[in-house]
């Protein structure tokens, strides 16, 4: 107690002494009680210490409670019946979900509708493509529908293959093979063979790219309608047996899709705002992305009748060629006996608005209740959906469910976790985007992370992970706690057997992680919001499984069975995937520390920077010629480097007592993905606005370092203007420089 200036002091009385002869006594007790616990203490025998924090029990609680049988019910359940975005079925198993994901004890759970532009087939005149004779007679008819799989013969409501959002028509024409294609597919046609598809119907194996990107290219190349088939050389694996009794596609199986070409931009009528009762729509001829041409999915049975008599020119490369028996001449046109002959699709596809659903459930946190955590994956399946989409939102609800039973023995995490069971992803992550517009300010303002959960499996070969380069470090240290479940990596870490099967192309020692493209749901969140996002499933060997995807993809043998009998039968690799989704979510929303290290962000843009900069040595007179310098970018990186392992330094050192100091530099780390994100997008794509990573403007669904330079020097030789083409790349590196200074800023300590 101490005494205060002036203050009078009592002099010692008899309530003094009396009060001294208390302490002594007191002390003594004291002591004694001292002395008696140490001798306890150091006579009893050590113990290991088990539990290396409260965090660490909980997480460890959490990830033994998810369990493979759970996951394995959940998917049979999901995939009795189809769900088209849409559709009734789809409204009820969004009713299904959320009254489980309260009943597991969320805090709240709401579905939450918008009004978007879907695309469906006419039932009374279906689609089909025809090869007609010089009268018009119908010599061949390609398939309506699939054959069922067995058991699923009496099931009601599935839609037959259609491209969905193509335009209505009835073109006929000569036919042209055109490979994958990609737009050096056509450079190879155009250019090279003097092949002008303008007027033509072309022909194009899936495979390689985004559908869409076929489409828009023939477009561009002139063509007045694309047929989509699956080549057995992509879609059917050496040595399987096509389904049911192994896992390739049959002849009669042939992948929906959307044609779309969105760059983002959610319902084709709403594009930056969320799909409401308000809201303005664009009249149904001014969507963005739709097609002007027909588009059409057929399976590899009706291609081979189709390519069968083809003539014109031969194939350019062998790597032209699929594996069906026919010449794969490119044409145009039949063969001399055939030249009359020409091909008609018959398109009646309709667009309309229709109402879609997305399931939003939320858990409360304790410390940070305004920062978000967010996993979500798709609902909506194209028919039986065993893979895509059900493998993931089985997955999701066992992570649903876990999360809950801690809560309910008086567990919450830090930060507040949010799940969502996403609606009409298949026809252009429209529930996803809707609904990330509808929040934008929200999220820009709270979202710490999102985490993808699509499809669980698309092979049974080792873990895939595509994510920020603030979460390599996470998603490393999470892989060693998990154990593998491979065979002949009993006993060891899910890191192990990752490192193992697919080691990094970029760094030493580290397993592979691929940029975040698009395709999928994580789309608005990280390339348009600026939210550090990742995804994880397990995948196949890329370096020796060379087909396409998995071979029944949207397809309707996506069945429960194909999972159980071939993909998973243990359903160990979905439980694995599970701990992984399950794992990141749970280590960004409770640890104190975000786990998110800026120096990898560093390596990585470093690593773009040097990728970008050779790229353009292809073109060295031209470099000198328009006085173009990487020199400010490389500045910029060299900058950022510096400033984020500065960052790292003052993190080691921080109290995490100290909640405001915590706060302080955890925002840093949250707002530093938010750092990369151009107000004014990319050109042409302005829902695209993240400098460092952007979908491919070739493949929606790879990943594209320094988007706005690389598109800028792409096949930049053939541009009419070289010096307009150039000061735009100027433009460009400027940008990037700029933006990758400005995220450095962001991790300077605060004034």
């Known amino acids: 107690m101490w005494t205060s200036l002036g203050a009078v002091t009592e002099p010692a009385g008899p309530r003094a002494t009396s009060g001294r002869f208390w302490a002594i006594v007191l002390g003594a007790a004291a002591g004694l009680f001292l002395l008696g616990f140490l001798i306890g203490w150091f006579a009893k025998p050590t113990e290991k210490k088990t539990s290396v924090s409260p965090h660490e029990d909980m ?57 978007v532009l879907l695309s469906y087939p006419d039932d009374t005149k279906p689609n089909y493509i025809s090869i007609i004779d010089e009268h018009g007679n119908e010599i061949f008819n390609t398939s309506l529908s699939e054959p069922p799989p067995p058991g ?35 450079f190879k046609l155009e250019r090279e063979m003097g092949i002008n598809c303008t007027g033509k119907i072309v022909i194009a194996r899936y495979g390689k790219i985004f559908r869409g990107n076929k489409v828009k290219n023939a477009e561009l190349a002139g063509a ?6 699956s080549d057995p050389a ?49 009249d149904k001829a001014s969507a963005v992305g739709l097609p002007k041409i027909p588009v059409h999915p057929i399976g590899y049975h009706d291609a081979e009748s189709l390519l069968r008599n083809m003539g014109g020119y031969a194939p350019p490369h062998s790597s032209w060629k699929g594996n069906l028996n026919v010449s794969y001449n490119v044409g145009p046109g ?37 920062r978000y955590v967010i996993l979500g994956g798709h609902r909506d399946s194209w028919v039986f959906g065993g893979i895509d989409p059900q493998s993931g939102a089985a997955v999701v609800h066992e992570i649903v469910r876990s999360f809950g039973k801690l809560k309910r023995k008086g567990w919450r995490p830090r930060r507040t976790v949010i799940f969502a069971s996403w609606d009409a992803e298949e026809f252009g992550l429209l529930g996803s985007t809707e609904w990330a517009e509808e929040n934008a300010k929200v999220l820009q303002a709270r979202g710490v992370a999102y985490i993808n959960a699509d499809s669980s499996i698309e092979g049974n070969y080792t873990l895939r992970v595509d994510c920020t380069p603030l979460m390599y470090r996470l998603v490393y ?45 994580f789309e608005v969140f990280f390339q348009r919001l600026g939210i550090a996002s990742g995804r994880a499933r397990y995948s196949k060997n890329w370096n020796v499984e060379k087909y396409s995807s998995y071979p029944v993809y949207h397809s309707v043998y996506e069945t429960y069975e194909i999972v159980e009998k071939f993909y998973d039968p243990t359903f160990k690799n979905h439980l694995t995937v599970a701990q992984v989704r399950g794992g990141l979510v749970f280590e960004l929303a409770n640890s104190v520390v975000l786990p998110f ?31 173009v ?64 990573f952007a979908p491919s403007s070739h493949n929606k669904y790879a990943g594209e370092s320094f988007p706005g330079i690389y598109d800028a020097m792409f096949d930049i030789k053939n541009k009419a203007d070289q010096h307009e083409a150039w000061e735009e790349v100027k433009r460009q590196i400027s940008i990037a420089a700029f933006t990758v200074q400005a995220a450095a800023e962001t991790l300077k300590e605060v004034a």
């Not at 996951?71 to 088209?84: E, G, S, V």
């Not at 409204?91 to 489980?100: D, F, P």
């Not at 009794?245 to 009528?269: M, S």
């Open 234 to 282: 992509d879609y059917c694996a050496p040595g399987a047996d096509p389904y049911p009794n192994g896992w390739n596609l049959p002849g009669g199986g042939a992948q929906r899709g959307n044609v779309l070409n969105l760059n983002g931009a959610g319902d084709p009528l709403t594009p930056g705002y969320p799909a409401k009762e308000y809201t303005y729509r664009l």
């Open 334 to 370: 039949f063969t001399t006996n055939y030249s009359t002959r020409k091909v008609k699709m018959h398109i009646h596809s309709h667009n309309e608005i229709r109402r879609i659903y997305n399931v939003i459930g939320t858990i409360r946190g304790t410390v940070e209740p305004d």
């Open 597 to 627: 290290d800026c120096r990898d962000y560093a390596s990585a843009v470093s690593n773009y920077a040097h990728i970008i900069y050779n790229l353009s040595r292809n073109h060295e007179e031209e470099l000198a010629a328009y006085n």
């Open 152 to 186: 699923y013969e009496s099931v009601r409501d599935v839609v037959p293959p259609y491209s969905a959002f193509s335009a209505q028509g009835t073109p006929e024409g000569e036919l042209v093979y055109v490979n994958y294609g990609r737009i050096e597919d056509f």
């Open 59 to 115: 997480k460890a609680a959490f990830m033994a409670e998810m369990k493979a049988e759970n996951i394995k019910q959940f998917l049979y359940n999901f995939t009795r019946l189809p769900h088209l975005a849409g559709t009734k079925e789809n409204l009820h198993l969004a009713q299904q979900v959320q009254a489980e994901w309260k009943e597991f004890g969320l805090d709240s759970v709401q579905l939450v509708h918008y009004d």
């Open 477 to 521: 240290s999470l892989t060693k706690e998990i154990p593998s479940p491979d065979e002949g990596f009993e006993g060891k870490s899910l890191y192990e057997s990752w490192y193992k099967k697919n080691p990094s192309r970029e760094y030493k020692e580290v397993p592979r992680i691929n940029k975040l493209g698009s395709g999928n749901d």
């Open 629 to 692: 310098s990487f020199d400010a970018l490389f500045s910029a990186v060299k900058n950022f480097t510096e400033v984020a392992a500065r960052f790292h330094e003052r993190l080691q050192q921080i109290d995490i007592n100290n909640l405001i100091a915590v706060r302080s530099l955890n925002d840093q780390l949250m707002f530093l993905e938010r750092a990369f994100i151009d107000p004014l997008g990319l050109p042409g794509r302005p829902f695209y606005r993240h400098v460092v």
């Open 224 to 229: 007045k309608g694309v047929i989509l088939y």
